[in-house]
């Protein structure tokens, strides 16, 4: 009886020897063909045969793609729209190398990852990557970590502006068929940040992936992690989740209950770090958490996090205000029309603050 081995290394052979023959007529169609009706005839059969193998390939590829929740296909199109809104928004330009990328406050050059690198990494990670899409980090992110936190916030109003000058800047909808829901900016400073981000990147007041929210915090500085990475993007699977649930709200998927808003920092991290069905789990930086606003943003129309609307605000317990013991919290403010980037303290809880998770990859 043939195992799932054999059958698909025949599925193989058959797609190798289909793609043989693809190759004759091909060869026929430019060289052999007597006649330009011999020619077209091969040429034809060839983009036939051609069709037939891109469907078969696809088809084997998903076979062997461990990834059920998480389909190719779906993946592919994930990372080419980024890249697309990458290049839309100006966070990408062009290398030494010739590649897009970008410099980081290392003064280094790091490639945008190519699909190739990320599907590498993802089937590196299957046995924890497989059970976190079945419980919903199905949503790819790419973040260019290495830049200055500061130059993303900058590019972060910048798209808050085009969208309203646009007539494009709605509330963030709790199903996709909900009428749009204008909002109001203020035009002179679209997102509001607390002093201290300023530099917080480049001047060590910023740490990042704490163990803790204290003096022995275990977290390093951007630079420290660029030099011990060589990666200047970071790539997280995240839930398909703009609005964080407020209590009793938040769904239950294969084990595991989403994250609610209404407990302290602390208490998220330390579910983080010992709740077997958050295992693996990480929580997010600032940077990650700017890139998932604009991807939104750019996508839907729509901002994250509107704590007076169908969301809550979000802490990003992967960094934390080591000189003033704070962690960095974001959320949209009608109250002021603007996007926040602020701080809580991490014993403090709130109703409307939670927090989103996400998956390193």
Known sequence: MFSEHDQLHQEYQALAERKQEFDLELEKAKTKAETPKEAQAALQKAKELQAELEQKRDALREKLWPF????????QEQYESQKEMFEKV?????????????????????AFPSYQEITKRIRENKETLKTK??????QLLIVPFGLKL???IEKYKQVILKHYKEGKLFATKENTQDPDEPLELNENQPVWTWDKYQNADTNEDLVYFPQEFSENHQGKIKEQILKQTNQGFNILLLEDLPNIPRQGKGKEIKGRKQLEAGLTPNQYLEILQTDPNHQNETGMTPEEQIICAIKHLEQTNQVIDDYSGKGSASYQLGAYFTADGYVPRANWFRGIRQAILARNAPGHSYSGHGVRAGVRV
Do not use: H, R
């Open 90 to 110: 100006g966070i990408l330009e062009k290398l030494s190398t010739g590649k897009l990328g970008i410099k980081a406050i290392d003064n280094q050059e790091y």
């Open 133 to 138: 899409t079945e419980q919903g980090f199905n």
């Open 150 to 152: 500061d130059d993303l």
């Open 68 to 75: 059920e929740a998480l389909p190719q296909k779906e993946l």
